[in-house]
């Protein structure tokens, strides 16, 4: 059997140490009950927790996997186990009959890169699409949206304002509903920017004495977004980007690649994180350190039904990458180009301050949150909140109890450098490492 692949070349592909570390455990011949292997597949079955074995198969030549089990991570542990065992040239990975659930997933990649390239040959002959033809259409359905947006966004501002003049600390016992309704509306009115802002500021329920500060904050940026919207004529392109990311307006990727700004630099991984979203949906954030150009980016994919990623990052790990980033007055989300293998180097380790976090927060008010990296803090547990202790004061941090307790264990009380999403309120930590190198890694929400 040829050996395509060493087992440094498997464990680059894992998307971080724990994958990694799991799929060397999982890497042992007894653990597969079939195994083969051939020219284009390598596929086998591994036992889990349940009565069915896990069905895991590769694609060889793109190194795209797929796995019945239900992790969201690509590859998965059992993906990385069978990348290792074929590169340990393991005897069962032989030719053999395919079984037919690998000839199926094989058969349904392969079809689905015919249409795609002979949808793009049928694009090279077909004539070229009037550009003013086009400008005018995508003009007319920008008016339309504008439009629709304009109404919900006035009829938000309104009830706002209605909650405001009767005070917080009276509002209704349908408060709740009356704002899931209002949730409703900002779909309806193509705003789910709005939407999903509103849905975060109301919380399970009508809130107690206590949240009411929270809930105020959340409001009184809602009520600034939807004044945003009838004066955005007014704004520079930079400020109108800004509102149109706060309202949910899609972002064309190849727009981006044209016409983002463009950074090339050596890309060091602060930390990631998987997030399942609704519709089997699975949302990945990764966060970027420019080591020439001291520039942070987040790359945010999303991926439907178990397909993998088209980049694999590790944390830790430095990519020389060329990213075309989104316009805005503070400009973090990129487009990935020019993607390479990750390099062995050294890195400096960057600390951010809190007012670099304020400054951003001045300038673009409705960011979601922005990365913070935060040398010699402890971490402490104070019986119901993780905190980070750090030489300017102490930061809430958004952990459930597992992963809260993990970090206080690997921190083992010894200062180390913790990486975050500072959203304003609270950090929630990606990645952590102490004085020996060593790496925590947050979990997939």
């Given at each position: 059997?040829?050996?395509?692949?060493?087992?440094?070349?498997?464990?680059?592909?894992?998307?971080?140490?724990?994958?990694?570390?799991?799929?060397?455990?999982?890497?042992?011949?007894?653990?597969?009950?079939?195994?083969?292997?051939?020219?284009?597949?390598?596929?086998?079955?591994?036992?889990?927790?349940?009565?069915?074995?896990?069905?895991?198969?590769?694609?060889?030549?793109?190194?795209?996997?797929?796995?019945?089990?239900?992790?969201?991570?690509?590859?998965?542990?059992?993906?990385l186990a069978l990348l290792l065992l074929y590169a340990a040239g393991n005897p069962r990975c032989v030719p053999q009959a395919r079984p037919a659930w690998v000839d199926e997933w094989l058969n349904g990649r392969r079809d689905r890169a015919a249409r795609k390239e002979a949808a793009v040959e049928a694009a090279a002959v077909a004539p070229p699409p009037d550009?003013?033809?086009?400008?005018?259409?995508?003009?007319?359905?920008?008016?339309?949206?504008?439009?629709?947006?304009e109404a919900g966004a006035a009829e938000l501002q309104r009830w706002i304002a209605d909650q405001f003049r009767q005070g917080l600390a009276n509002l209704p016992a349908d408060f709740h509903a009356q704002g899931q309704t209002m949730v409703a509306r900002m779909v309806d009115a193509q705003a789910p920017g709005l939407a999903s802002q509103l849905e975060a500021a109301l919380g399970e329920g009508t809130p107690g004495l206590a949240g009411l500060g929270e809930l105020g904050a959340r409001l009184g940026l809602l009520q600034l977004l939807t004044q945003a919207v009838a004066r955005r004529a007014q704004y520079e392109p930079a400020r109108l980007a800004d509102l149109r990311a706060a309202l949910g307006w899609p972002v064309d990727r190849e727009a981006v690649q044209r016409d983002g700004e463009a950074v090339h630099d050596r890309w060091h991984v602060q930390g990631q994180w998987l997030v399942e979203q609704?519709?089997?949906?699975?949302?990945?954030?990764?966060?970027?350190?420019?080591?020439?150009s001291g520039r942070s980016a987040l790359?945010?994919?999303?991926?439907?039904?178990?397909?993998?990623?088209?980049e694999q990052w590790r944390t830790g790990s430095v990519h020389a990458a060329r990213l075309h980033f989104h316009a805005g007055s503070v400009p973090l989300r990129a487009v990935v180009t020019?993607?390479?293998?990750?390099?062995?180097?050294?890195?400096?380790p960057r600390t951010d301050t809190f007012d670099a976090a304020s400054q951003a927060y001045a300038r673009n008010p409705w960011l979601p949150q922005v990365p913070m990296r935060l040398?010699?803090?402890?971490?402490?547990?104070?019986?119901?909140?993780?905190?980070?202790?750090?030489?300017?004061?102490?930061?809430?941090?958004?952990?459930?109890?597992?992963?809260?307790?993990?970090?206080?264990?690997?921190a083992g009380?010894?200062?180390?450098?913790?990486?975050?999403?500072?959203?304003?309120?609270?950090l929630l930590p990606l990645s952590a490492w102490?004085?020996?190198?060593?790496?925590?890694?947050?979990s997939a929400a």
């Amino acid at each position: 059997m040829e050996v395509r692949l060493t087992r440094e070349q498997v464990l680059a592909l894992a998307p971080d140490a724990a994958s990694a570390k799991a799929g060397g455990g999982l890497a042992i011949d007894g653990k597969w009950g079939l195994l083969g292997a051939d020219d284009e597949a390598l596929w086998g079955e591994c036992q889990g927790s349940g009565s069915k074995p896990y069905q895991t198969q590769v694609d060889l030549e793109a190194l795209v996997s797929r796995c019945s089990c239900p992790s969201r991570k690509f590859p998965c542990k059992h993906g990385l186990a069978l990348l290792l065992l074929y590169a340990a040239g393991n005897p069962r990975c032989v030719p053999q009959a395919r079984p037919a659930w690998v000839d199926e997933w094989l058969n349904g990649r392969r079809d689905r890169a015919a249409r795609k390239e002979a949808a793009v040959e049928a694009a090279a002959v077909a004539p070229p699409p009037d550009p003013q033809a086009q400008a005018a259409a995508t003009a007319k359905r920008e008016q339309v949206r504008w439009g629709r947006i304009e109404a919900g966004a006035a009829e938000l501002q309104r009830w706002i304002a209605d909650q405001f003049r009767q005070g917080l600390a009276n509002l209704p016992a349908d408060f709740h509903a009356q704002g899931q309704t209002m949730v409703a509306r900002m779909v309806d009115a193509q705003a789910p920017g709005l939407a999903s802002q509103l849905e975060a500021a109301l919380g399970e329920g009508t809130p107690g004495l206590a949240g009411l500060g929270e809930l105020g904050a959340r409001l009184g940026l809602l009520q600034l977004l939807t004044q945003a919207v009838a004066r955005r004529a007014q704004y520079e392109p930079a400020r109108l980007a800004d509102l149109r990311a706060a309202l949910g307006w899609p972002v064309d990727r190849e727009a981006v690649q044209r016409d983002g700004e463009a950074v090339h630099d050596r890309w060091h991984v602060q930390g990631q994180w998987l997030v399942e979203q609704p519709g089997n949906l699975v949302e990945r954030r990764v966060w970027l350190h420019g080591l020439d150009s001291g520039r942070s980016a987040l790359v945010q994919d999303f991926s439907h039904g178990g397909r993998g990623w088209q980049e694999q990052w590790r944390t830790g790990s430095v990519h020389a990458a060329r990213l075309h980033f989104h316009a805005g007055s503070v400009p973090l989300r990129a487009v990935v180009t020019e993607f390479e293998a990750p390099r062995a180097e050294a890195t400096t380790p960057r600390t951010d301050t809190f007012d670099a976090a304020s400054q951003a927060y001045a300038r673009n008010p409705w960011l979601p949150q922005v990365p913070m990296r935060l040398q010699d803090v402890h971490i402490a547990h104070d019986g119901t909140q993780c905190w980070l202790q750090h030489a300017e004061g102490a930061l809430p941090l958004q952990l459930p109890g597992l992963q809260a307790w993990a970090l206080m264990a690997f921190a083992g009380g010894h200062p180390v450098c913790v990486m975050g999403e500072w959203d304003g309120q609270v950090l929630l930590p990606l990645s952590a490492w102490n004085a020996r190198d060593e790496r925590w890694e947050r979990s997939a929400a």
